[in-house]
């Protein structure tokens, strides 16, 4: 059972995240590396302004706002300053970790264990002991659904269908007489403020802001995207987004699977490029079927 709800609090967690991939690597087909610096963006704003005294639900929404302003940065580069996609992500990856770090105060690790967090409040603190071991997937559970149900509300306005254009047919865009440029830029500011948002909760899960967190995160991202989106190919009724969180939950379940089966915790970037290499070949497999049939 502890398993089970671990898989679960670490599915939950990285399905945000994840949903900003789906934005920028499915919807805009943009190449974005920011999410590895907006993902602890996102942690080290929530730990610092929680030992300042914040509420730590408001925290969410400053780091919600701070990786928006990542995304933004990024979008800026490639549209305004012409720099290709990839480049003007790194460009802002690589920037991200000094911010990081002064956010912190020039610390690379900075511990939450005594502080009050949406996990571990006065109000949670009053819950049935019995209540105890669910309470955290729980409030895991409203932040990634709630983020779920606002970007799918997004998607059905009539900005959310210039997003969804722009990466599939950018002519129709530009004869609706609106700039692709500004599009994009709306869209990555909204992934990264998901991947920010997720770095956020999951420093108040862990208890702490650690430099290095965000290494890997757009691998992960990645994997949960094309693992969910392949899943439910053939089903019209569900959708991308359910796909996406159900994708990053199976992916860490598999993590979990491969743990249980001896592998230490110290090979999870191995098992992590295993495990999206693997889900790459079923795809390209799947697609060479496909085309053959």
């Known amino acids: 059972m502890t398993i089970l709800i671990g898989v679960l609090e670490q599915g939950l967690i990285y399905a945000i995240l994840a949903l900003g991939v789906y934005i920028t690597y499915k919807i805009l087909d943009f190449p974005d590396l920011t999410v590895d610096g907006s993902f602890p963006l996102g942690a080290s ?31 800026v ?42 996990f571990d409040n006065a109000a949670t603190r009053k ?52 700039d692709n440029g500004k599009v994009k830029i709306v869209g990555l500011s909204i992934a990264n403020g998901l991947v920010s948002l997720s770095g956020a909760v999951m420093a108040q899960q862990q208890g702490f802001f650690e430099i290095s967190m965000g290494t890997g995160a757009i691998v992960i991202g990645l994997a949960s995207v094309i693992m969910g989106t392949n899943l439910f190919r053939s089903s019209s009724k569900i959708r991308g987004t359910t796909a996406v969180v159900v994708g990053s939950i199976l992916y860490k379940a598999c993590v979990a699977i491969a743990i249980a089966l001896g592998l230490a915790a110290q090979d ?18 799947k697609k060479k079927v496909k085309i053959s049939a």
């Open 45 to 75: 704003v929530s730990a610092v302004l929680i030992i300042k005294g914040w509420n730590p639900f408001l925290t969410l929404a400053a780091a919600l706002l701070a990786g928006m302003l990542a995304g933004v940065v990024t979008g």
């Open 127 to 178: 819950l049935p002991p019995a209540v105890g071991p669910y309470v955290t997937v729980f409030v895991i559970a409203v932040v990634a659904f709630a983020a779920k149900g606002l970007l799918d509300a997004y998607l059905n306005t009539k900005s959310g269908y210039l997003l969804r254009a722009v990466g599939d047919n950018p002519t129709l865009v530009t004869s609706l007489a609106k």
């Open 268 to 285: 999870m970037k191995l098992i992590t490029a295993v495990l999206l290499f693997l889900i790459l070949i079923l795809n390209f497999d």
């Open 77 to 118: 580069i490639h549209v305004k300053f012409h720099v290709r996609d990839l480049i003007s992500s790194v460009i802002t990856m690589t920037a991200l970790y000094t911010i990081n770090l002064r956010i912190a105060g020039g610390i690379a690790n900075l511990p939450l264990f005594s502080r009050d967090s949406i």
